[in-house]
């Protein structure tokens, strides 16, 4: 928070109006001299009558009227013998009701407070409490006292209220000796401290730049962090060395903190193929665990044993007067068949068509069967393309708001499974490793997994390879579908994509196809052309608007042709200020009704209204909308999901960018009537086949490259995939053997 906006309250609390015991969340009134005043925050254990100083702001919610935010609560024990009373009548300690709150205050008076902490023997005293009555009160007084410890031990390091909550939640009162003893605990997943602060509170705990501790939490560092770069593992020796690096050590100092962590199992080592890897349990337990559902699902259809399905194929080629190509109808035969099959192929070969054949004769065998996707706009898709509803997986396995150990749970699991007979996952090429243990968790024994997706495209954003080291495990039967039908061999979109896939240059010079490119030398030129592609030329010339139909992809985020400085121009021309549109500034931008916006992470508690009326929670990375509604005074903001408008408030816009451009990796899952991708420059690390053949193959019925030949030739040469340290299909190969 802005220290220099912000406002400090002093007051006592007179009533607690809603408590979440998960995360924290508190509604009170407190009570600043004559006013009574809404207060919202995340605090722990207050109770009315505690006099508390709070730091925040008003703001004024969209239904409740004007509140004041709590960004810092400071709690003070109630020092007078009327505060004390109201503090113990309201239930503040179990076992303490009204009358007995009157009895103890009457005894002690100022002194009650102190007395329960430090002589709570002396409860005894008070008419009807016994020596073991007094022993509870005074274990339960020092529980509640505990999390008012750990909240003012932790605010001494600028620790915030949210982190203080999940503490609490995890080590209790004994909170702040653990973290004395090691303070890169805070870095666990569920507590979310950067390494850099942990490292700040360690050096004024005295703790040296040598110690176990740091070498120890470093190195776990390094493990979860490069789970956001994808990996599951990693090398014993590139581990070592960067995490070396990072702690400004010498290798050999790895050594006994190493020894430390595989003893205390914080770390697990497995030897594949000659390699040492080290994983971090969670990661370790999903790909093994992937690796050993899979196989018990293999050996239960062995391929002597599959039927022969040629007559309901064909009966089903004459129902829809269409003739399925070999691969296709071995594709269909393995889903019927096969208990696990991987369905591939690149754009117009065919995966819908066989996908719905799939689906058709699988419910014609009396089978239930469940669709789903990564995304929201993916799951769309398919339900489009196959006439069924499809879910996102987070939505087909029921997420169970709220975490566990810094991960998302779900209700379906192995005790509660999926009612489906078989499941069908399309882009499985964005599927973690983590989402997929999960949904494997939720597969009853004996339903079907058919996967289906494109190995060329880009792989998750999560840690993990899944579609990739599952092909590459030569294990899971895989159906490559390679013909490209004559309808689809018209479209340069669809040619080029494969030209790219095979290392090939697309043909740069067709002018009168779906695939255009346009030379330009310079990054100004390039940023130049597709502002003017999008905000003139295509809706001239094809009717499209701007910003339902036309999506701008970039390869990266940074620089004169990045998403931010796209943005930021076609904002301008798109949306500009003219008055009449209500906007709200947001760092270093701004948001406008009517703009086009991203969500940029899943929120499970974001209330929507579908237009005829439904309403239902929950917004997913990627999803695309636009702004029809900035209400200033009730600081709130709506945004249209196609069928659907869902509301935030101020608080909540980090949660939401600009999306007249976006990277390649947000545009996974979805497709675009138009797609202008500027391509311009060197990047070595972002200019690669796979990211270029991810967004060509966004595009449905045009696409416009704009930049440098030499650029679009690097991209398509550059066959460098993404290396991810991962063991998933290894694990399967040893499973099976």
């Known amino acids: 928070m802005d220290r220099q906006q912000a406002e400090v309250l002093e007051g006592t609390v007179e009533d607690i109006v809603f408590h979440n015991e998960d995360t924290g969340f508190t509604v009170m009134e407190v009570a600043a001299g004559e006013a009574l005043i809404t207060v919202v925050g995340e605090a722990m254990g207050i109770q009315p009558g505690e006099e508390l100083r709070l730091t925040g702001r008003y703001v004024s919610h969209p239904t409740y009227g004007t509140q004041f935010k709590a960004a810092v609560i400071e709690r003070t024990i109630p020092a007078t013998s009327g505060a004390i009373l109201k503090y113990l009548s309201g239930g503040a300690v179990r076992g303490i009701g009204p009358a007995l709150a009157r009895r103890i205050v009457d005894a002690f008076g100022d002194d009650t407070l102190t007395i329960m902490e430090k002589e709570p023997q002396r409860l005894a005293e008070v008419r009807g409490i016994t020596p073991k009555k007094a022993a509870e009160i005074a274990e339960e007084y020092a529980r509640i006292f505990g999390i008012r410890a750990v909240m003012l031990f932790l605010s001494r ?46 050096r004024q705990l005295g703790f040296a730049l040598d110690s176990p501790e740091r070498l120890c939490g470093g190195i776990l560092y390094v493990l979860r962090h490069n789970t956001g770069n994808g990996h599951c593992c990693l090398p014993y020796e590139k ?19 190493l020894t430390m962590l595989a003893e205390r199992e914080d ?44 007559r309901e194929i064909d009966a089903l080629e004459k129902k829809l007067g269409i003739r399925y190509a070999s691969l296709q109808r071995k594709a269909i035969q393995a889903a019927l068949g096969q208990s696990v099959v991987i369905l591939t192929g690149g754009p117009g070969t065919g995966k819908t068509t066989a996908l719905c054949g799939m689906i058709d004769l699988l419910e014609q065998e009396g089978l239930k069967v469940g669709l789903a996707a990564p995304t929201g706009r993916a799951a769309k898709r398919m339900t489009e393309l196959t006439g069924r509803d499809a879910k996102t997986i987070h939505r087909l396995l029921e997420v169970d708001f709220g975490e566990e150990n810094g991960r998302v ?22 599927v973690d490793i983590e989402i997929f243990a999960s949904l494997m968790q939720a597969l009853r024994l004996g339903s079907k997994l058919i996967m289906v997706g494109d190995p060329d495209q ?4 999560g840690p993990g390879n ?37 290392g090939e ?80 500034k947001f760092g270093p931008g701004v948001f406008r009704e009517g703009d086009k916006v991203m969500q940029i992470r899943n929120n499970y508690d974001i209330v929507y209204t579908r237009d005829d009326g439904e309403q239902g929670v929950g917004v997913y990375n990627g999803d695309i909308g636009t702004i029809e509604m900035i209400d200033r005074p009730s600081r709130s903001l709506h945004v249209r999901y196609d069928d659907r408008v869902a509301e935030y408030t101020f608080d909540m816009l980090d949660q939401l960018e600009l999306a007249y451009a976006v990277t390649v990796h947000k545009s996974q899952g979805s497709e675009f ?38 650029a679009v030739a690097e991209m398509v040469h550059n066959d460098r995939k993404t290396l991810r340290y991962t063991n998933l299909g290894k694990f399967l190969r040893e499973a099976v053997l």
């Not at 797609?675 to 060509?696: C, D, E, H, I, Q």
């Open 267 to 310: 770390i697990i080592s497995d030897t594949v193929d000659g390699t040492v890897f080290i994983y971090l349990p969670e990661m370790y337990e999903a790909e093994t665990y992937c690796a050993g559902r899979l196989m018990t699902a293999l050996a239960s259809s062995p391929p002597e044993a599959v039927r022969d399905y040629s």
């Open 409 to 430: 749970k779900f209700r379906r699991n192995s005790r509660n499974p999926l009612p489906y007979d078989a499941v069908i996952v399309d882009e499985m090429s964005m």
């Open 466 to 502: 899944v579609l990739r080291d599952l092909i590459d495990s030569d294990v899971i039967p895989v159906i490559h579908l390679t013909e490209v039908f004559r309808q689809a061999a018209e479209s340069l979109i669809v040619t080029s994509a494969h030209a790219i896939v095979a």
């Open 505 to 584: 240059m697309p043909d740069l010079t067709v002018r009168d196809n779906d695939f255009f490119f346009l030379q330009k030398s310079s990054s100004e030129a390039v940023l130049q052309t597709v502002v003017d592609l999008c905000a003139r030329r295509l809706p001239a010339s094809y009717g499209y608007s701007p910003v339902r139909d036309i999506q701008v992809i970039s390869p990266t985020r940074l620089g004169a042709c990045g998403t931010a400085e796209l943005c930021r121009k076609l904002q301008e021309v798109l949306n500009p200020q003219d008055g009449r549109k209500t906007e709200q």
């Open 458 to 461: 880009l792989p998750s954003v």
């Open 673 to 710: 009537d138009a797609v202008v991708m500027p391509v311009s420059g060197s990047r070595s690390k972002l200019f690669y086949r796979n990211l270029l053949y991810t967004a060509v193959t966004r595009a449905k019925k045009l696409l416009i490259l704009v930049g440098q030949a030499s």
């Open 157 to 202: 390091y600028g620790i915030d209220a949210a982190v203080s909550i999940r503490v609490w939640k995890k080590w209790g009162a004994y909170a702040p000796g653990e973290i004395e003893k090691d303070p890169y605990i805070l870095c666990a997943r569920d507590i979310g401290v950067p390494f850099e602060k942990a490292d700040e509170i360690a």
């Open 239 to 257: 581990l070592v060395k960067v995490s070396a690096r990072m702690l400004e050590a010498e290798p050999e100092q790895m050594d006994d903190p």
